[in-house]
């Protein structure tokens, strides 16, 4: 990693000393509360780009957002809307202007009403690194989601969520374009507390299907990706003696998938009985420090529509000593399998990150983050390892 420049240093100077004083909760807007930040950020990167022909550079950052947040007995809405800007000192052709939006509803859960749930609108125009496909890709994603949960008596709910998700890509440097459509739809019931009043168990239907068009090869492919039943448990799984404050929930399933009509894939690629699981353990150890362990294993699909069966493990550790002052930590591996390709590729990648966040006054904050990246691949592009630090400074009126 290279040394800062004068300019870094100057932008860091300017960023930590920006003026603030303490100013009063944000204004408030439809029985919510609104609040107005600016983020200014440097970052010194070891590569560029997701592949191993990348090299490092010094990226600037300003984000002005606008986020909205209400509570009431009904529904929980928050919002956020941002214009990230990225600025690289050598690589202008990643230079970004980008639109982030997210709206979501949660209708509180408990004891009393019947019907519970989320929803969520998300839409993000600009550039984002695609770590599956190797390249930074000017995007465009528009997707909406929904769950509810329904209960028919005391101890059995039925379940049902559907999403749906648009996503058109350009490659920064030529490599492709694709415009790509997901829907998803789930159902099922879910039985509470059947085990000893502390364990649940739900079994649910879900169907998934794509289609992707490829812009600069004219190749189009209709996948039926996920297909078949997902078991669960949830609730206090382990001795509630020993961990008495345990939040889980572990999920299997078997998904039935084929590729159709993709120009990469092996001619034998029919359907295919695939394993899945979600897992995630959520344990608060004391007041100051939670605990999160979670593991997937599914079938995702690249932005140039390749299939890859993922298996993930996460620890993460969130310790916050006193109110001004928070850490986080986490360690990761992932393998990358991809399954239908004609030439054999698997990535064993391993990520670690760490962060510290100080809040100087009431409404500015200060944020040191580190993020490493190793990818071993039997394919040269995805062989490289990679490291982030980033310097940030917050401002909330």
Do not use: C
């Amino acid at each position: 990693m290279k040394p800062l420049s004068l300019t870094s240093l100057a932008l860091i100077g300017a960023a930590l000393l920006t003026p603030a004083t303490h100013l009063l909760a944000g204004p408030r807007f439809a029985g919510g509360d609104v609040t107005v930040q600016g983020t200014v950020s440097i970052t010194e990167s070891s590569r560029v780009s997701p592949n191993s022909n990348a090299g490092s550079d010094t990226i600037y950052g300003f984000t002005p957002a606008i986020s909205y947040t209400r509570e009431s007995n009904r529904m929980n809405l928050e919002g956020s809307l941002s214009f990230p800007v990225r600025r690289y000192d050598n690589n202008d052709s990643l230079d970004s202007d980008s639109i982030s939006f997210n709206l979501g509803g949660e209708i509180p859960f408990g004891a009393g009403p019947k019907l519970s749930g989320n929803w969520g609108v998300n839409y993000f125009d600009g550039v984002r690194e695609s770590f599956l496909t190797n390249q930074n890709l000017d995007s465009e994603t528009f997707s909406v989601s929904a769950y509810a949960d329904y209960l028919l008596q005391r101890r059995l709910s039925f379940r049902t969520r559907a999403s749906y998700n648009d996503r058109s890509n350009d490659g920064v440097f030529g490599s492709f374009s694709s415009a790509n459509t997901t829907t998803l739809f789930a159902a099922g019931l879910h039985a509470r507390e059947l085990i000893r009043g502390r364990i649940g168990m739900y079994a649910e239907y879900q169907i998934q299907e794509r289609k992707t068009d490829f812009i600069t090869i004219g190749d189009e492919a209709v996948d039926d990706t996920d297909d078949g039943l997902n078991f669960g448990i949830t609730g206090q799984i382990l001795p509630e003696r020993l961990f008495p404050k345990l939040d889980a929930d572990l999920s299997f399933g078997f998904t039935s998938t084929s590729v159709n009509d993709r120009v990469n894939s092996r001619p034998d690629s029919g359907n295919s009985n695939r394993l899945t699981l979600n897992g995630k353990l959520g344990y608060p150890m004391n007041a100051k420090t939670n605990v999160a362990l979670t593991y997937n294993r599914n079938l995702e699909v690249t932005d140039d529509d390749r299939t890859v069966e993922r298996s993930q493990v996460n620890l993460a550790v969130d310790y916050t000593p006193q109110p001004k002052l928070g850490f986080v930590a986490s360690i990761g591996m992932s393998s990358n399998d991809y399954i239908y390709d004609v030439d054999s590729r698997n990535d064993d990648v391993f990520t670690a990150t760490f962060s510290t966040r100080y809040s100087i006054r009431s409404n500015w904050s200060a944020n040191l983050s580190y993020n490493y990246r190793d990818s071993s691949s039997n394919q040269a592009i995805s062989d490289y390892d990679s490291s982030q630090i980033t310097l940030s400074t917050t401002v909330s009126y």
